[in-house]
């Protein structure tokens, strides 16, 4: 993969430090088809379930067989997909999702996937330009992640504190929400719980790094800012990071292999809980009553993850596995989706569905979360895109997660934290 020294040396920093990865890609589609043929296979290196029905339809219509190449995680399909890219696409899939967080570094060498032809009205158009390199359509989207608030109403009744969606809202902040509301809600509830208040600030940070408009690089130059003086980044990692000194946070992510125990230990009573969350949150508390999502986020709600399927412009099946990405984005197949994990659709269609607005969700009490979530999305306006992410973005951002993780460990006070993530981030030589 053809990048600079800069984004070689952070794109090692988020190997190194992301999810340990378990699984690796199939090859590059099945037999019997060059460019253009009919191949008998196609291959999808993806993190996530599909309905089985879906990938069926598609043989039925198009006599192919779909593969799913499946990942434990976004972080080990991240590090296959470099891997290959970087071996001139040995390895690869036919067809790739790609989370937003490092969709930017994936695309560094534009001429590494292949051009995707427009799909008129399809999706909101913020998911389209995210999508697209200098114009061109390098990824057709799946979902987005519009941003709630996930909590155990058995917790927050035990602790003498509202338990009901509309009440937990208020406590937080209601309308006027802000991390340090949610917080101060935090310090009442553990004051009378033996319970934290969030499984982990961590999470919490990286969503509020997501509603800034640039947390790490410069949108215009796409320049790296020095962390040293990023006072947006700072002022969050000392809230996040003196809220966990305080036992705020069970310091226990989403990823971490005790996350599952935790939920069945009761351990905490809130999660940060974009869209994409709610079917992982349903399976890892899966016999526990009193799950709620409450229909607010600290500062006006804002975006996490969402993917797009695009295809290596090395493989051998590019035609046919455009096809393929076509039918797996399609509004149908987004309902489908979302019946199966959550994933809230970006397509304009699937969001009207009653499908998704009207369905009741049997783990969160029967609340339907697909209208609740879309009342989120659209409350957020330009916020639900998310920040400008560039090159190093994600490589970054696990840099200060991980620093921050380590105020929650006990291993770092807040302020020997920051300096030292500082330090780490100054050996790079990022900002030369």
Known sequence: MRIDRKARTIAALAATTALVATACSGGQGGSGGGDGGKPDVLTVA????????????????????????????????????????????????????IELDWWTEMMAVPED????????????????????????IKGYGTDIGPLALAYDSTLMEEAGLPSDPEGFAELVGGQDATWETFLEAGRQFTARSDAAWIDSNATAMQAAINQLPAAFEDPQSGDTLPLAD???????????????????????????????????????????????????????????????????FPNGGGNWGGSFFSVPATGPNVEWATTLADFLTTPEAAVEMFLLNGQFPSQTTAMEDPAVSETPHEFFGGQQ????????????????????????????QTLVMDGLRRVESGNQDASTAWDSTVAEFDALGLTD
């Open 113 to 136: 996937w292949a051009t995707l032809p427009a799909v008129e009205d399809r999706w909101v158009d913020w998911k389209v330009t995210q999508g697209s390199v200098d114009g061109e």
């Open 369 to 396: 979360v697909g209208e609740i979530y879309g009342g989120l999305a659209a409350a957020a306006g330009d916020a639900a895109a998310g920040g400008f992410r560039g090159v190093n973005f994600a490589g970054i």
């Open 230 to 296: 990023n006072a947006a980044v700072h002022e969050l990692f000392d809230t996040f990071a003196q809220a966990a000194q305080e036992g705020v946070s069970a310091g226990v992510g989403i990823g971490h292999a005790d996350w599952g125990a935790g939920f069945q230990a009761r351990r905490w009573a809130t999660v940060i809980t974009p869209a994409w969350a709610t079917g992982i949150i349903a399976e890892n508390a899966a016999g526990l009553e009193g799950w709620r999502i409450a229909d607010v």
């Open 46 to 97: 993806a993190w996530m379930d599909f309905p089985q029905e879906l990938l069926d339809r598609f043989e039925e219509e198009h006599g192919i067989k779909v593969e799913i190449n499946s990942f434990p995680d976004g972080a080990s399909a991240q590090t296959v997909l470099r891997n290959g890219l970087a071996s001139n696409g040995a390895g690869l899939s036919d067809v790739h999702l």
